[in-house]
């Protein structure tokens, strides 16, 4: 069976390419208003099930936009958090220590 590991897999990613991908997936996610409209005002030209359609996968696209998004903050944060100079520091001292 296959398994996600979400942190093994999102590190090999750039930040800025998760955070562009995010973004445009939240833009698509205005097909949900698209579809939402759709349901609402009654018309000839899109049918419930179309409407229905656009508005979860418009919703869909803006969960995982949002996602994306967290990813490469949470990437970005460890990433800052590992060149923070205390821990530079004790990495020098382990190689003097280990000298």
Request: glycine share 8%; hydrophobic share 40%.
């Amino acid at each position: 069976m296959f398994t996600f590991n979400r942190n093994r897999q999102l590190d090999k990613w750039l930040p800025k390419t998760l955070r562009r991908i995010g973004e445009d997936l939240r833009k698509a996610g205005a097909i949900a208003g698209v579809g939402f409209v759709g349901l609402v005002l009654p018309n000839d030209s899109i049918e419930f099930a179309e409407a229905f359609a656009l508005v979860i996968f418009g919703m869909l696209s803006w969960v995982i936009g949002l996602h994306f998004e967290y990813a490469a903050d949470k990437i970005e944060t460890s990433s800052n958090s590992s060149n923070r100079p205390e821990q530079r520091n004790r990495k020098s001292k382990k190689r003097k220590e280990g000298k």
